[in-house]
């Protein structure tokens, strides 16, 4: 009889241990992911003017990353190798092209339905998922109804948000992210038009040429054809490209701006309280801080920095009001939380007016669209109260691909075994049990060309970095391709090098002096393992469809989304509707 009462308690605290340990594996995951966030703008980065505190709270609960990686510097590669921990290249999901980014909601192009989220196997898991914000990985493949590349079709059970990305023109008064192309396809086409027939008119007059008149007609026809192509864009891509969904529906064709951070954030509470029970993956997806910049009437003209700082503080409220919601439901230790950027700040981003409307990529040179540190190095905070220890810096190289893993294992999700994973389980870092990355390669690319390679060989605190080729920055001198706005990947607005362009980043994380056979004794040896490296690297990437062709990347009028009975207008506020009701 004693000796079962004393089982009792030992059963007890077995069973308390088993709990403990299954919640301990078994987290809520909470991604956070701003759009174009330099890795200068949070205080906890050394921002001095910008005020961050509650991603800084974040950074001082649980570990910062100081060389955290996106797998590409533009947003849909960026995002397609995060969500699928797998470099975008092998999901086709990298372009050959000029553009590297969707911009258009009814192009064919997007995420492949073979290609495995993690949102997908913690569902399997048991986990309510939910994508609040911005998706930018494509919509349908055939028709407007099948959904090929939607959320839902990637292992979220919950979908708030924007399907393309947050553009200029998706803001009234904002300009437009076109004006390379008007010019291009429109104002030169007309002026080629008005010249020629005015010279027609001239030598008829004189006497000298008689014009037909179905050359004339035609002339003039072919203006007015791309006059009215010109406006009708202007009039119709807004609603058409610019709307805020709620799963399968549009609910606000087009989107307004009145807001939209507030809203976003209720979305993503509301989705916490309802799985206070259940393990949950939120992925809170922010629009800031991609043009065109907005804020509400609460943070306009609050910051140092005009209208990109107002927006920062912004998210920045945002990200506090989740993290004060966590506490308030006791879910903090349990939870995971994850923030960063999918890629650098956009240092061309300069108003009309001359207003500075990209971040800061602190001391890192270039930003957005290209391999130098300042367009990759990104902001990366983890926090898990109950598991990792607060206040840590881990100086090793990371990746935005190894939150698949990590986040697939704590789920207890087996990973896929019929392809390959690039990203790295982050918990031997987090928890201390590792000091040296998993990564001894870290291969960057320029859309679907490899650029650059990063090798930090084991037992070395070097971290190569070699160059393949490199932007052509211009103006001269300049931080940035100021010129077309973005860098481009190929042609003329490259250089290539032979022999590659070598920097130790552990010691010029600026990348400011190139090494030589002269400054370093090892050169040739070092480009010779990056190289053999690269090799055996393009030798994994077998042939797969390109989603960015002509074909997959181009407007399509039958994949055009609508709101439901609203004509020809594609304009709705379901939004405004649903709040007049609940008054």
């Known amino acids: 009889m004693p000796l079962r009462k004393m089982k009792i308690p030992f059963l007890l605290l077995f069973f308390l241990w088993e709990a403990e340990s299954h919640t301990a594996s078994r987290p809520n995951i909470i991604l956070v992911m701003a759009d174009d966030l330099g890795i200068g703008d949070p205080g906890c980065y050394g921002n001095k003017t910008l005020r ?39 999901s086709g999901m990298a372009s050959w092209s000029r553009t590297g980014v969707f911009l258009f909601t009814a192009s064919s192009g997007g995420l492949p339905t073979n290609e495995i989220t993690f949102a997908k196997l913690l569902k399997d898991q048991g986990y309510s998922t939910a994508l609040i914000g911005k998706w930018h990985l494509g919509m ?71 014009m037909p008149l179905g050359i004339f007609f035609s002339l003039l026809f072919l203006a007015a054809l791309i006059l009215t192509l010109f406006l009708g864009f202007l009039h119709y891509f807004r609603p058409l490209n ?22 976003l954030t209720v979305e993503a509470a509301q989705f916490i309280q309802r799985n206070t029970e259940t393990p949950f993956l939120l992925v809170l997806s922010y629009l800031h801080v991609h043009t065109a910049l907005f804020s509400s009437k609460d943070f306009a003209g609050k910051s140092k920095h005009g209208v990109y700082g107002d927006a920062v503080e912004e998210m920045d409220w945002s990200v506090g009001q989740i993290l004060n919601l966590l506490d308030e439901l006791r879910l903090a230790n349990d939870t995971l939380i994850y923030f960063t950027s999918d890629q650098g700040a956009h240092v061309e981003e300069v108003s009309s007016k001359g207003e500075i409307h990209g971040g800061s990529n602190g001391i890192y040179k270039g930003g957005k669209a290209n391999n130098w540190e300042g367009g990759i190095r990104v902001p990366g905070i983890l926090r898990w109260p109950r598991v990792i220890q607060a ?19 704590l789920a207890g999700a087996p990973l896929p075994e019929d392809r390959i994973i690039d990203g790295r389980d982050l918990m031997p870092l987090l928890e201390g049990k590792s000091q040296h990355s998993d990564h001894e390669f870290l291969f960057h690319y320029c859309n679907a060309y490899l650029n650059a390679v990063r090798w930090h060989p084991q037992n070395s605190t070097s971290i190569w970095k070699a160059f393949f080729f490199t932007p052509n920055f211009n103006p001269v001198g300049s931080n940035g391709c100021f010129a077309t706005h973005v860098c481009f990947c190929f042609g003329s607005y490259v250089t290539h090098h032979d022999p590659p362009l070598l920097f130790d980043i552990s010691k010029d994380p600026r990348e400011r002096n190139p090494l030589t056979p002269a400054t370093e004794p090892r050169f040739y040896e070092i480009l010779k393992v990056i190289q053999e490296a690269a090799d055996r690297h393009t030798q994994t990437l077998p042939e797969v469809p390109n989603q960015f062709s002509w074909d997959n990347f181009l407007w399509k009028p039958w994949l055009q989304l609508c709101c439901p009975s609203s004509g020809l207008s594609c304009q709705c506020d379901r939004e405004k509707q649903d709040k007049r009701l609940s008054h």
Do not use: W
């Not at 805020?244 to 064709?253: D, F, G, K, L």
């Not at 206040?391 to 294992?409: C, H, L, R, W």
């Open 140 to 210: 349908s493949c055939h028709s407007k109804t099948d959904f090929c590349h939607h959320p839902l079709h990637h292992g979220f059970n919950y979908f708030y948000g924007i399907s393309l990305t947050n553009l200029r023109d998706c803001k009234p008064g904002e300009g437009s992210v076109f004006t390379t192309g008007f010019k291009r396809l429109v104002f030169i086409p007309l002026q080629i038009i008005g010249v020629t027939l005015l010279t027609f008119a001239a030598l008829n007059c004189l006497g000298l040429l008689r």
């Open 391 to 409: 206040g840590q810096k881990i100086d090793e190289p990371t990746s935005n691909m190894d939150i698949f893993p990590t986040v697939a294992k």
């Open 242 to 263: 610019c709307f805020v969904m709620r799963n399968y529906e549009i609910i606000q064709q087009p989107m307004s701006y009145d807001n939209l951070t507030q809203r």
């Open 52 to 90: 961050t505190p509650n991603i800084d709270r974040l950074a001082s609960g649980g570990v910062k990353l100081t060389q955290h990686l996106a797998a590409s510097p533009l947003c849909t590669p960026s995002r397609a190798a995060f969500m699928t921990g797998r470099y975008p290249v092998r």
